[in-house]
């Protein structure tokens, strides 16, 4: 969380490189931290809901940042914050209609998240560097909207099919 502000000052500074450098750091300790908490059971209620949060908090405002520089196509942004909202919204109403959640991030979700990464990272390098082509973050943005639709519909899936056994015991 603490490397969101550098991150986006970066971004609008446009020294893409100090922003992949930055972004690079923020997603390998954010992934580190993770295999720490699971090896070692380093885990809390709060830490549950931080850590989330805080990916979602850097991935959303990079999204948006680099759309607004034309770094990424916005359809890509709208597609990945819509699902965000849309998981958000889903996972209230099941709070508040059904009960608690229960479960783990879905493999499908995980998925999304390290194309989101990998797409940021490519855009980033792409804008310090040129490399890698055109072409590869074309095709990355794509995938990545492709992760983006079939994590979402999996929450969907799986949060109604749930609510529905709730609602038919």
């Given at each position: 969380?603490?490397l ?14 100090l ?14 931290d ?12 709060l ?13 959303v ?17 709208f ?5 965000d909202?849309?998981i ?7 709070r508040?209609?059904v ?9 499908s ?6 194309m989101?990464v990998?797409?940021?990272l490519a855009?980033?390098?792409?804008a ?8 590869i973050?074309e ?15 999996a ?9 529905l ?5």
């Amino acid at each position: 969380m603490l490397l969101v502000w550098p991150v986006l000052t970066s971004m609008t500074q446009e020294n893409y490189s100090l922003t992949l450098v930055l972004f690079f750091v923020a997603a390998a300790s954010d992934g580190f931290d993770g295999f720490l908490a699971k090896r070692f059971n380093w885990t809390s209620e709060l830490g549950k809901w931080l850590d989330p949060a805080a990916d979602k908090l850097l991935l959303v405002s990079v999204f948006l940042l680099a759309t607004w520089l034309g770094l990424i196509h916005q359809w890509l942004t709208f597609a990945a914050v819509t699902r965000d909202v849309l998981i958000c919204l889903g996972a209230f109403s099941y709070r508040i209609g059904v009960g608690p959640l229960r479960g783990r991030p879905m493999i499908s979700s995980k998925i999304n998240t390290l194309m989101q990464v990998l797409c940021v990272l490519a855009v980033l390098a792409h804008a310090a560097t040129g490399m890698p082509p055109d072409s590869i973050v074309e095709a990355l943005q794509w995938v990545t909207l492709l992760t983006i639709v079939i994590s979402g519909g999996a929450y969907v899936t799986e949060y109604s099919r749930r609510a529905l056994q709730v609602a038919g015991t």
